[in-house]
């Protein structure tokens, strides 16, 4: 322990499962709360799929049925929803498995729900690609996801409450007296913050922390995972389940890094293996970038002479069913 922040220990991804294996309580915890995880990645995921579909019906399909959107905005507004209730799941699902885990085994333990957030994905496309054929497809893609959710709720209902929780609910009367004093609450909360940000470990922490987070944003992988089939298609693919089929190499190669560094990461330490992914994630989306560059240097120019042209001939049969051929330009 160095000013707050402890040491990582090489031993505890080991210790987990030794543990785990041991007292298997503490691994249905872990995996009843980290539902949330693969919830998060299934959201990921399954957009991606669902989205091919959702471009070739929405304007054929009945708008004056029950139970189906009437506007691009009702869509957009379920997908809101849908991502404040699976962000605020994938946010308290480490804190509660965080906080309810065994001091040494908990940094493992957590790591969980990144490996269960790219089985979601991973899971997401198996299940896009099960539904290609089946009535509805894209709304049997995006409802599926409300079965794990049902059985989180059922789980977590059977779940104790962290024991930090519970020590704070004990202090709850000296909690109320110190608000009684706090007069001056900007005061004293500016007073603690700068006493924190004065710390040179604290502060290099979050440096180091608030760098990695937006460094994982800004790398691109959402982009390539929300629109992995897109790409694919775009890359000459143009079967929507070809293109699911084959991005399901993309999100099963994430959810095996998971378990790469999960395996590795006690071995060779954190730093060196997060060093190690940079790299790797930079020559590929050095690739990626080549390959876009060459694919529209050298794609023919498309204009509305061709759209017209192809259209009428049939070649897309959405293309036939609109009023106004240029708007496929």
Not at 24 to 35: D, E, N, T
Not at 227 to 245: D, E, M, R
Not at 307 to 318: K, L, P, Y
Request: charged share 15%.
């Amino acid at each position: 322990m160095e000013s707050g922040v402890t040491k990582p220990d090489k031993t505890e991804f080991t210790e987990c499962w030794r543990t785990s294996w041991q007292k298997p309580y503490i691994m249905r915890l872990a995996l009843s709360a980290g539902i949330g995880g693969l919830l998060f990645g299934y959201d990921t995921g399954v957009i991606s799929g669902a989205l091919l579909y959702i471009r070739d019906e929405y304007k054929s399909v009945d708008k004056h049925t029950w139970l189906q959107a009437i506007a691009p905005w009702m869509i957009i507004l379920g997908r809101i929803f849908v991502g404040l209730g699976v962000g605020m799941a994938s946010m308290t699902s480490p804190l509660y498995i965080s906080e309810a885990s065994p001091a040494r085994i908990r940094g493992a333990l957590v790591s969980t729900n990144g490996l269960l957030i790219t089985g979601g994905q991973f899971l997401s496309y198996l299940i896009n690609l099960a539904f290609t054929k089946a009535p509805g497809t894209w709304r049997w893609m995006l409802g599926v996801a409300g079965i794990p959710a049902l059985i989180q709720f059922v789980l977590m209902l059977f779940l104790p409450e962290s024991p930090r929780w519970l020590y704070r609910q004990a202090l709850q009367s000296s909690i109320e007296a110190e608000k009684a004093d706090q007069d001056s609450l900007g005061d004293s909360l500016f007073s603690k913050l700068k006493n924190i940000w004065g710390n040179d470990v604290v502060r290099r922490g979050l440096y180091a922390g608030v760098t990695v987070q937006v460094a994982q944003q800004f790398v691109g992988i959402n982009t390539v995972m929300y629109y992995s089939p897109t790409i694919v298609q775009l890359a000459g693919f143009a079967s929507n389940k070809t293109a699911l089929a084959l991005s399901l190499i993309t999100s099963g190669l994430n959810a095996v890094g998971s378990i790469v560094s999960m395996a590795f990461v006690d071995r060779y330490g954190r730093r060196r293996l997060m060093i190690i992914s940079m790299f790797g994630i930079i020559i590929c989306l050095v690739v990626l970038s080549v390959l876009f560059h060459e694919a529209s240097d050298h794609a023919p120019p498309v204009g509305g002479l061709e759209s017209v042209h192809f259209g009428r001939n049939a070649t897309c049969s959405g293309f036939l069913r609109d009023a106004l051929p240029t708007n496929w330009n």
